[in-house]
């Protein structure tokens, strides 16, 4: 039995978890085993008749009253008890924060080793993954021990895939034993932000500024360009760095991930911590003067010159309609 | 108030990296060496709150000799003291990390040192593990939050905020406790001149750890493979924007 | 951009600094059809120039480089990049401070506005300094930083609009095709050009460029550590980049200068870290840029202590933060000097490398003269890259003397300090004859040649008070009193000097009589056996090398010149050989060892081992021929640089050894001594009033003001002919003297003899400047034992130059009396030369 434990905030399914169901379906396949997902918390129950199409034998409602609110400790204590239940071969998460938090949970608690954002899985003995390292620039080939094994798996390594054909899963209500210390650490409060329209994650089109933006006035004319296609501007680690941009709009490893329909990136020559956080895009158009910047080797489009000159041109040709 | 950060030496990487022969590592001989950006705001953090409650700060890693390095550099930055788990050059998996750093914290305990808060990055740079600090926190039975970008200690708790998409969640854990930081909690300062030159004078203790076996262990590294992307050049300078405009209305961005 | 040629005359390789202002020049002369590459981005490709720190101090011990950078200065000020600040070189002890009056002296020899401030003046200009730790400071106010990348664009950009010039950056070159020793075309990722030059101005990169062709360019790239540090609180108003003074702490090799509101620290002090051209990363692989690597922290240690101490109000705050380090990567050759012209081993491959941002501009003028005219205004010869032999074209050669000059950057060099790493390259036959006779080595060109004999010490005693010791310990380094004992026996009986270092090539073929005689100022269509010594000309005149040819057959000359200038001289003869192959050189340097034997009794004792006649009527002054030495066949060239009777003998490497043991023996009963160049190079070569290549003779001073014109013109053409000829017509601006000194006695009480290039000074303590701006400085110096005189050469312009006349020079910034003895050529010892001819 593979074990997938999807991902939801208060009841809003994440991409990542069918992205993550989708690969532990093939994972399955192989090792010729089942596939259960498991959802936690009183808020996920909706959410199953979503699931059912990305083909798993089984689907476990975990519930209590305590799991109102999102606890690591307690989603880890999830997974733990089913683990000795139904001595699943592997367990998997998506490669979120979440999903790493709780993972590392399991690990700790099973004192059990834990591949945290695998690529592929290549089961047998020694069973091998694929792991993405320094963001995703570099692939790691390891072998992982334990049973079962733990592992997350890594963001957009595969889209999610509906099941050409699946049976109707099982459906079960699961209420495990807690400890007081599984509460120890959980959401007590949420403070929403009104996000002021468009956001970096939202936005359809993002324009990335880097250093050869030049300074932080240097940024109104991506504001300009932004405002006209209806996208949202964030910087390279250079640009929030130089005080240019708040941390909050810095595009990279250590900053947002996004995943705009188009990227156009300026003045970026293309750190490896950049790319990662922009890979998600779905076409990127790069603008720099450097035709050897290395983004352009991750680009569908470009465009040589200086953004101060490029950026004013294609504001000009918009107005001009 | 006492504070535990911990990090991890890496190489400070360019736009591209080149594997060493045997594959198992990235080749360093023309790079500098670093933390992780997560880690660099775990020190400034732990820096502030003692400059802030007054205390002491100690800065550790598990790495080799070189290591040392990094934590001249938390102490330039104001940290008190550093602990170096020396190890041979090669890797750790995050288990044997974790036991060894665990190790060294019941070490001090036994000799009275004890902490109030551990901090952490949320992951490292190059193995992103994401795991450390949790399995930290549980063999010392201790609360664990992770990814945080603000942090408040008031009245022994710790009141922390995890940046999530509709806005911050909101967690409260009583000290000690390990926190695990993300990048954006601060603006972490460079270390001063007279920082440095304090630096050399503060103590680094030695430890040399005994493995415990990695669970997890790694063959070798490569490059992914090349996405095949062949970029479509859509002209130089100015002259590119009807191009750029008209790719926009293709992609309905703005109306056609 | 258009599209990448397949043909250029001149493809230029790096757009640094260098490669932009040698465009500019040659467009500038007129040249069209340029091409330059790089692998980098424009405007800052990523080699040093992008992170120099581009201060330009322009005071230098030597002319050439003060000469270069003042050129720089203007031509960056002409182009609104130059902002003067005005510049402080600190000391913190009193060995430096002397070295600070150096400075002072240099400035005047140069010309250049230029003063001792004492550590209140220092403070009036740079008021945070630490009082405690200085003990005063020179101060230059024409001292200004540049923006590098600025003019390397505009230069570039002119080349440019005048036609001139297309640029292709991102382009890297992959290889070079040179075809019988001419380069054919350079291969590049755009593609391939063919071209007729190539330059290559490729900073660190420069070897590996260079070897793609089979040549060397013998640079280390060397880091030189830097930190940004800030913000600084006194500089929170300081709107510009750059406001304050720039200080040089030289004490501890390095430097601080103010940009905008922080404080840049660079140094000169660490450990020699070398890097290999090949391991320098690509623009992907580098954090930063390629010529940006690690800071390496714990060699900086020491240097932030003293940073903090000597700036300690300003940077002993916790604000004050190292926002940028650097161990950015420098050139570095093995005697600190750039490798400037065509590589000995390519036609029409030119290197102008290890060149920094304060020469750049000038160099690029000097290298677009070289290629147009054949010639440029200032005196290459120091940076031309033919003055190194192959061994010091090897890689453990130039990593050695980069290592060991670096912390020489901004260290106290003296004038005649010797090297330390890569000694013994080259060794005469008569090495562990020297060596037992204690022989002290000074390095030529790799040659260890003895400059003193401690055996001679006996010496001191036979002489007594005429050999007087230099009481001064910065006069006397480097120098032994036994040099004057050595001089005055050979002078009495006689002495053997190892002169093995002799650059010797021989010229033969049907043509070998029309390229002498096309190079030389003297008639070559001497007879057989003949020696001539004559000077060898630039297009414009200029003294490009004095050497000897003799005419060994009617289609055979041998050529011996100075072995530190061997490289260039071959080089200028290979260059004008012809193409047919009707006259070949043949290089005998390593075939050939030579042992001068010259003083009174030279004769006596070269006779007893010879059956040849070598009386005065058998062996006229100025002739060579060949002679049986006991067995050894010796080529013996009557000749003297020392005045007194004798011969040069020159005979094969191998039986080196056997001739120096014949010629001891044969001495004992004459007294014979070992003499060193000591003698040779400075005491018996002043007290004749000889030149000396470098000091005297360079491209600036024409024959007539060497006063080394000869009487007749010869009818055949020669190289500078037109320009020799215009020389003699008119009024010479100033004509090389003899001085001596005539009161050694300083404030102290002191007896001081002068080293190195010192002003000399009108009677009423003026600089002395001729008509055409060139000021008056003591080219050489040296003690006159058999006169009792100490001897200094300058070129006086024609009002200060008369017999008799007194006039001042300024050492240590205190003023001595001198006389000038002698107007033109006439030595002071033995005038008439009856010693050497008789």
């Known amino acids: 039995m593979i074990i997938g434990l999807v991902e939801h905030d208060r009841g809003v399914l994440e991409e990542s978890s069918l992205q993550m169901l989708t690969f532990a379906r093939g994972l399955a396949a192989r090792m010729e085993t089942s596939l259960t997902a498991v959802l936690v918390g009183p808020e996920a129950r909706p959410l199953a008749e979503s699931l059912k199409p990305y083909g798993m034998s089984n689907i476990i409602l975990a519930e209590g009253d305590r799991l109102e609110h999102y606890a690591p400790e307690a989603w880890a204590r999830v997974v733990l008890t089913l683990m000795e239940e139904r001595r699943p071969e592997v367990v998997l998460a998506p490669g979120t924060d979440r999903g790493n938090e709780v993972m590392g949970h399991v690990g700790a608690k099973a004192d059990l080793p834990m591949a945290a954002n695998c690529s592929g899985m290549h089961p047998g003995d020694p069973f091998k993954v694929t792991r993405l390292r320094w963001g995703s620039s570099l692939l790691e080939e390891a072998v992982v021990e334990g049973d079962p094994r733990l592992a997350t798996v890594a963001l957009h390594v595969m889209e999610p895939e509906e099941a050409s054909l699946f049976n109707e899963p099982t459906m079960e209500v699961f209420s495990p034993v807690f400890e007081d210390t599984d509460f120890r650490v959980r959401v007590t409060a949420l403070e929403e932000t009104v996000a002021d329209g468009i956001t970096l994650k939202t936005a359809p089109v993002v324009i990335g500024g880097g250093r050869g933006v030049g300074s932080e006035e240097g940024y109104a004319v991506l504001e300009e360009l932004a405002g006209l296609v209806g996208g949202a501007v964030g910087g390279s680690r250079v640009a929030t760095n130089n005080g240019w941009r708040p941390h909050s709009d810095q595009i990279g490893l250590t900053g947002n991930r996004i995943a705009p329909e188009l990227y156009i990136a300026c003045g970026i020559s293309g750190a490896i911590q950049h790319m990662v956080g922009c890979k998600g895009a779905k076409r990127i158009l790069v603008i720099n003067n450097d035709p050897e910047a290395a983004l352009f080797s991750k680009a569908d489009y470009g465009v040589i010159g200086d953004l101060h000159e490029v950026l004013p041109a294609i504001i000009r040709e918009i107005k001009k309609g | 108030m006492n504070i535990l950060v911990c990090i991890k030496r890496v190489p400070d990487i360019g736009a591209k990296v080149e594997l060493t022969g045997d594959r198992r590592a990235i080749v360093t001989r023309n790079l500098g060496f670093t933390i992780s950006p997560h880690e660099e705001c775990a020190v400034e953090e732990a820096v502030q709150w003692i400059e802030k409650d007054g205390g002491v700060s100690t ?117 000690p406790a390990v926190i695990t930081v993300k990048e954006g909690i601060n603006l972490p300062r460079y270390p001063s001149l007279r920082g440095t030159m304090k630096a050399k004078k503060k103590p680094v203790d030695r430890v040399r750890p005994e493995r415990s076996g990695a669970g997890l262990q790694m063959l070798e590294l490569s490059h992914p493979p090349e996405q095949g992307k062949k970029v479509e050049m859509l002209g130089e300078g100015s002259a590119a924007a009807p191009k750029v405009v008209e790719l926009l209305k293709d992609l309905e961005v703005i109306p056609s | ?321 190292i926002q940028y380090a650097i161990n950015g990567l420098i050139s570095l050759t093995p005697d600190g000097a750039p490798l400037v012209g065509e590589t000995p081993e390519v036609k029409g491959l030119w290197s102008v490398a290890a060149v920094w941002i304060k020469e750049g501009p000038g160099i690029g003028r000097l290298v677009a003269e070289w290629m147009t005219d054949g010639a440029p205004e200032i005196d290459p010869n120091e940076m031309d890259i033919a003055r190194f032999y192959p061994y010091a074209r090897t890689k453990s050669y130039v990593w050695n003397r980069a290592s060991e000059g670096f912390n020489k950057t901004y260290g106290i060099v003296h004038p005649q300090e010797q090297w330390e790493s890569s000694r013994n390259v080259r060794i005469s036959p008569f090495h562990p004859r020297t060596s037992e006779l204690g022989a002290v080595y000074f390095e030529t060109a790799g040659w260890e040649r003895p400059h003193w004999y401690e055996s001679n010490s006996k010496l001191l005693e036979e002489y007594g008070e005429r050999v007087n010791d230099r009481p001064n310990e910065w006069d006397g380094r480097w120098w032994s009193p036994v040099i004057n004992a050595e001089h005055l026996a050979m002078r009495d009986r006689v002495a053997m000097i190892d002169l093995s270092a002799f650059a010797i090539f021989d010229i033969s073929g049907p043509a070998a009589l029309d390229v002498v005689q096309r190079l030389a100022v003297a008639q070559m269509d001497v007879p057989l056996g003949k020696a001539v010594y004559t000077l060898l000309l630039n297009r414009f005149g200029g003294i490009r090398t004095d050497l000897m040819i003799a005419r060994l057959a009617e289609d055979s000359f041998r050529v011996v010149t100075g072995g530190g200038h061997g490289g260039v001289d071959k080089k200028w003869f290979k260059d004008h050989l012809p193409e047919d192959g009707s006259a070949m050189l043949h290089d005998r340097t390593s075939a050939l060892c030579t042992v001068g034997v010259w003083g009174p009794s030279a004769r006596d004792l070269l006779q007893s081992v010879t059956e040849d006649d070598i009386s005065n009527e058998g062996f006229r002054f100025g002739t060579v021929k060949e002679i049986r030495v006991n067995e050894i066949p010796v080529w013996a060239l009557r000749i003297s640089y020392v005045g007194e009777l004798g011969w040069e003998l020159y005979a094969p490497f191998e039986s080196g050894l056997r001739l120096w043991d014949i010629l001891w023996e044969a001495g004992r009963p004459h007294g014979v001594v070992p003499a060193g160049i000591g003698v040779y190079g400075t005491t018996a070569r002043l007290e004749k009033s000889y030149r000396l290549y470098g000091n005297e003779m360079e491209t600036e001073y024409n024959a007539v003001e060497a006063g ?113 003895e002698v107007v033109g050529n006439t030595p002071l010892f033995d005038p008439a030369n009856e010693r050497m001819k008789g």
């Not at chain 2, 992103?128 to 008031?154: M, S, W, Y």
């Not at chain 3, 001139?164 to 382009?171: D, E």
């Not at chain 3, 020079?809 to 205190?814: G, N, P, R, T």
């Open chain 2, 59 to 175: 800065v550790l890693t598990l790495g080799p000799d070189g290591a040392e390095e990094q934590l001249r550099d938390s102490l330039a930055r104001g940290v008190d003291r550093g602990i170096l788990l020396e190890v041979e050059e090669g890797e750790w998996d995050p288990g044997e990390t974790a036991r060894a750093i665990v190790e060294a914290i019941r070490a001090g305990g036994r000799e009275g040192v004890g902490f109030d808060l551990f901090l952490f990055g949320n992951e490292a740079a190059d193995t992103g593990d994401f795991q450390v600090g949790i399995r930290v926190a549980h063999a010392l039975n201790l609360p664990c939050v992770t990814g945080i970008k603000h942090l408040e200690l008031v009245d022994n708790k710790a009141v922390c905020k995890r940046e999530v998409d509709s806005g911050w969640e909101v967690y409260e854990v009583p000290l």
């Open chain 3, 1 to 321: 951009m258009s599209t990448f040629p397949s043909h250029a005359k001149v493809v230029i390789i790096g757009a640094g600094i260098v490669g932009n202002s040698v465009a500019f020049h040659l467009a500038e002369k007129g040249w069209k059809d340029m091409v330059l590459v790089d692998k980098g981005p424009l405007p800052n490709p990523g080699g040093s120039t992008g992170h120099a720190s581009n201060f330009i101090f322009p005071v230098d011990h030597g002319k050439t480089m003060t000469q270069l950078t003042q050129d720089s200065t203007e031509q960056y000020k002409a182009m609104g990049v130059h902002r003067e600040s005005g510049g402080i070189e600190l000391a913190r002890t009193k060995e430096r401070m002397e070295e600070l009056k150096r400075r002072v002296a240099s400035a005047k020899c140069w010309g250049i506005e230029a003063e001792l401030l004492d550590p209140d003046g220092v403070l009036k200009l740079f008021p945070w300094v630490n009082r405690e730790k200085i003990l005063g400071g020179f101060y230059t106010p024409s001292v200004g930083v540049v923006d590098s990348l600025q003019a390397g664009t505009i230069m570039r950009e002119k080349a440019q609009e005048m036609g001139a010039l297309s640029a292709f950056p991102n382009t890297e070159v992959l290889g070079m095709d040179v075809k019988g020793g001419r380069i054919k075309s350079v291969n590049t990722s755009r593609g391939e050009v063919e071209a007729d030059y190539v330059i290559i101005a490729c900073g660190v990169w420069s070897p590996r460029i260079a070897e793609m062709a089979g040549a060397a360019i013998p640079l280390a790239p060397v880091a030189h550590q830097m930190i940004d540090a800030g913000p600084v609180p006194q500089f929170a108003e300081a709107k510009g980049e750059i406001e304050y003074p720039i200080l040089r702490d030289m004490s501890t090799l390095m430097y601080e200068r103010q940009s905008a509101a922080n404080l840049e620290i660079g140094s000169y002090a660490h450990r020699p870290i070398l890097y290999d051209p090949n391991d320098i990363p690509s623009i992907d692989e580098a954090k930063l840029s390629p010529t940006e690597m690690p800071f390496t922290k714990d060699d900086f240690d020491p240097q932030l202590e003293d940073a903090l101490d000597l700036l300690p109000e300003m940077l002993d705050h916790d604000s004050v933060e």
């Open chain 3, 708 to 820: 080394m014109e000869r009487p007749k013109v010869k009818a055949q053409d020669f190289i500078g002919k037109a320009a020799y000829l215009q020389a003699r017509e008119e009024e010479p601006a100033a004509l090389l003297c003899t001085l001596t000194v005539d009161d050694h006695t300083s404030s102290s009480g002191e007896q001081r003899y002068m080293v190195g290039h010192v002003p000399v000074l009108s009677p009423g303590g003026d600089p002395i400047v001729d008509r055409k701006g060139r000021r008056s400085y003591v080219t050489s110096a040296g003690a006159g034992p058999s006169l009792g005189k100490f001897i200094l050469m300058a070129y006086l312009p024609p009002e200060h130059a008369e017999t008799g006349k007194k006039l001042q020079v300024e050492y240590f910034l205190e003023r001595y009396p001198v006389t000038v």
